[in-house]
């Protein structure tokens, strides 16, 4: 397998999106990767705040009239497993994509070299985590951050406390026309209340801050530093060149999103419109 860091790779610090726009972009970076060998690193952040349903999740689990009434959208990943809050605030995310053929065909071979940089990357900011030790039990399967604690992909803190370390930062992966993308939320300070509240469930916030523990309460950094240090170690770690989108793919992600992750047909029922389709 070549080097990494032989091939062109670009890193994107994205500038806060819509969460269909936020998913759309990642299957325009995986048709960059496979047709024009331009592979995407990234960081990103949801404007407004969004819940994104696993690719499996039953609707029914949304409490759909609190998400109206805070003002959060409401997408569907492509990924599996539970629902995740995404506050504008308390959460970073990332993005990795890069063809299939360059990485290892196991999946928990290639969560480890993908998850590489985010553990540097914490461990940059003084943060002592790592895969989890252990599992731990689901307390509400429909919320990601709630379910098992699983030590293939869930990143904890910290890392010495074993079973009783909390879950800082959860990873998903899925392909896309021969590409890998994998893309983490990293909890950087908590909101309970919406993580709790966006599920039609009746949930103590103590329920959520007493799995979950974030950048801010582990080492007290701001949120710039925080996401700076995520960007530096992608980068890094694929010596990635400073990009941004191209005017096409963003003119690509928005189509992509409005047929698709924005459309109800795709939150709720995971229907894709036609192109053209309304």
């Given at each position: 397998?070549?080097?990494?860091?032989?091939?062109?790779?670009?890193?994107?610090?994205?500038?806060?999106?819509?969460?269909?726009?936020?998913?759309?972009?990642?299957?325009?970076?995986?048709?960059?990767?496979?047709?024009?060998?331009?592979?995407?690193?990234?960081?990103?952040?949801?404007?407004?705040?969004?819940?994104?349903?696993?690719?499996?999740?039953?609707?029914?689990?949304?409490d759909?009239?609190?998400?109206?009434?805070?003002?959060?959208?409401?997408t569907?990943r492509?990924?599996?497993?539970?629902?995740?809050?995404?506050?504008?605030?308390?959460?970073?995310?990332?993005?990795?994509?890069?063809?299939?053929?360059?990485?290892?065909?196991?999946?928990?071979?290639?969560?480890?070299?993908?998850?590489?940089?985010?553990?540097?990357?914490?461990?940059?900011?003084?943060?002592?985590?790592?895969f989890?030790?252990?599992?731990?039990?689901?307390?509400?399967?429909?919320?990601?951050?709630?379910?098992?604690?699983?030590?293939?992909?869930?990143?904890?803190?910290?890392?010495?406390?074993?079973?009783d370390?909390?879950?800082?930062?959860?990873?998903?992966?899925?392909?896309?026309?021969?590409?890998?993308?994998?893309?983490?939320?990293?909890?950087?300070?908590?909101?309970?209340?919406?993580?709790?509240?966006?599920?039609?469930?009746?949930?103590?916030?103590?329920?959520?801050?007493?799995?979950v523990?974030s950048?801010?309460?582990?080492?007290?950094?701001?949120?710039?530093?925080?996401?700076?240090?995520?960007?530096?170690?992608?980068?890094?770690?694929?010596?990635?060149?400073?990009?941004?989108?191209?005017?096409?793919?963003?003119?690509a992600?928005?189509?992509?999103?409005?047929?698709?992750?924005?459309?109800?047909?795709?939150?709720?029922?995971?229907?894709v419109?036609?192109?053209?389709?309304?």
């Amino acid at each position: 397998m070549t080097d990494r860091t032989d091939r062109d790779w670009r890193l994107i610090r994205d500038e806060p999106r819509d969460g269909a726009t936020q998913m759309a972009l990642e299957e325009i970076a995986a048709r960059t990767a496979l047709e024009d060998g331009l592979r995407t690193v990234r960081t990103y952040s949801w404007e407004p705040s969004t819940l994104s349903l696993g690719y499996r999740q039953d609707a029914d689990t949304v409490d759909w009239d609190f998400c109206e009434r805070e003002g959060i959208d409401v997408t569907r990943r492509q990924t599996g497993g539970g629902g995740i809050y995404h506050d504008r605030y308390a959460d970073i995310s990332y993005t990795i994509v890069a063809p299939a053929d360059e990485v290892p065909g196991d999946l928990m071979d290639c969560y480890e070299l993908f998850c590489k940089p985010i553990l540097e990357a914490f461990d940059r900011l003084g943060v002592d985590a790592d895969f989890a030790a252990a599992e731990q039990d689901a307390i509400y399967h429909p919320s990601c951050y709630l379910r098992d604690i699983n030590p293939a992909h869930d990143i904890v803190a910290p890392a010495g406390a074993g079973a009783d370390a909390r879950k800082i930062s959860g990873n998903a992966q899925y392909r896309q026309r021969d590409v890998v993308i994998q893309h983490g939320s990293i909890s950087y300070d908590l909101e309970p209340q919406a993580h709790v509240g966006v599920f039609d469930t009746d949930l103590a916030e103590s329920t959520f801050t007493d799995r979950v523990t974030s950048v801010r309460d582990e080492v007290g950094v701001d949120r710039e530093a925080a996401v700076d240090a995520i960007a530096g170690a992608l980068g890094d770690w694929c010596d990635a060149d400073e990009s941004t989108w191209r005017e096409g793919e963003l003119e690509a992600a928005r189509d992509l999103a409005a047929r698709k992750f924005g459309a109800d047909e795709w939150v709720r029922d995971r229907e894709v419109l036609e192109v053209g389709g309304q």
